[in-house]
């Protein structure tokens, strides 16, 4: 095992003020809050309209990215999560902290592990979009405007977590 020099993680109070003003800068800046599944629903509906444009622009769900003739791909969400994973990318190599690999238990096999990834990333994928957000746009910006449908979603989302670990937990022991 190689040993690597590694710098303490940030407070959680430094980070969540730098959250805060975030939030509030893209409020006032551009009139819309935090939130991934927007942009990747935009993605989705780009690349579903180069395989087959006619069936995208009129799709119930789809034609709403199209109206008025502009791209999906021309929104400030895009940028949002292009900087979003850019900034953790340097974050952890500024950090000492990358490390490429696959997280999972002793005793889980590589397979299993990326198909209840894959499955897990989905029905949240999809869920995000039922619910009009992803968690990070119903905990962050639903939450700072003290919308009481966010406030019942993520407090569904720890007790759901908790009641699910019981089932998962063994992959990781």
Avoid: N
């Avoid at 009481?148 to 063994?170: C, I, K, T």
């Amino acid at each position: 095992m190689r040993s690597e020099s590694r710098t303490e993680y940030w407070s959680p109070y430094a980070a969540g003020a730098a959250i805060g003003l975030t939030l509030l800068a893209t409020i006032l800046v551009l009139g819309g809050g935090l939130g991934a599944s927007g942009a990747v629903a935009r993605l989705v509906a780009a690349v579903f309209h180069s395989i087959a444009p006619e069936a995208a622009e009129s799709h119930a769900y789809f034609r709403t990215y199209f109206a008025g003739g502009r791209s999906p791909l021309q929104d400030w969400m895009l940028y949002q999560l292009a900087g979003v994973f850019l900034g953790g990318l340097v974050g952890a190599l500024t950090a000492g902290r990358w490390r490429p690999g696959l997280e999972k238990g002793p005793t889980a096999a590589r397979a299993h592990r990326l198909v209840l990834a894959f499955a897990g990333g989905t029905l949240t994928g999809v869920a995000a979009r039922l619910a009009r957000g992803c968690t990070s746009s119903q905990a962050l910006t639903g939450g700072a405007m003290l919308s009481l449908g966010s406030w019942a979603f993520m407090l569904s989302v720890f007790a759901g977590g908790y009641l699910a670990a019981w089932f998962v937990r063994r992959q990781w022991s």
